[in-house]
């Protein structure tokens, strides 16, 4: 799961800093090419004998429960735990941090957001674990 975790992005290596970097909304063709970086991050890692165990984990970061992600559109019942839980992370992280495109929100509005998406999108016992994480301040 650590090495997933922190691999699950390396296919944005295959995408433009112009778009990885756009201050502003991207436009269907920016987001189509970002889009593809799961499926990017399964080709580094699959081709690489240690990483090949988890390129299906880190790749899938983009799934969501009711078949709504990307790159594959994989819904619950394909999905097992540790690409549901890397989803959870990746969300949070996404909505908690700085990005170019948008200032950081505060903790407790990133957990709102997870809980709208739980059980739905999300995985409602990763969400119920990083909310303690949040609330235990251990995040």
Known sequence: MMRAGLLHDIGKLGVSNRI??????????EYAK????????YDILSRVGPFQPIAETAANHHERLDGSGYHRGLAAENLDLPPR???VADVFDALSADRPYHKALPKEKALDILREESATKLD????ALLEGLVTEDLL
């Open 20 to 29: 990885l970097d756009k201050p502003g909304p991207l436009n269907d063709e």
């Open 34 to 41: 970002i889009k593809q970086h799961p499926r990017l991050t």
């Open 85 to 87: 839980i890397l989803s």
């Open 124 to 127: 409602p016992e990763s969400v």
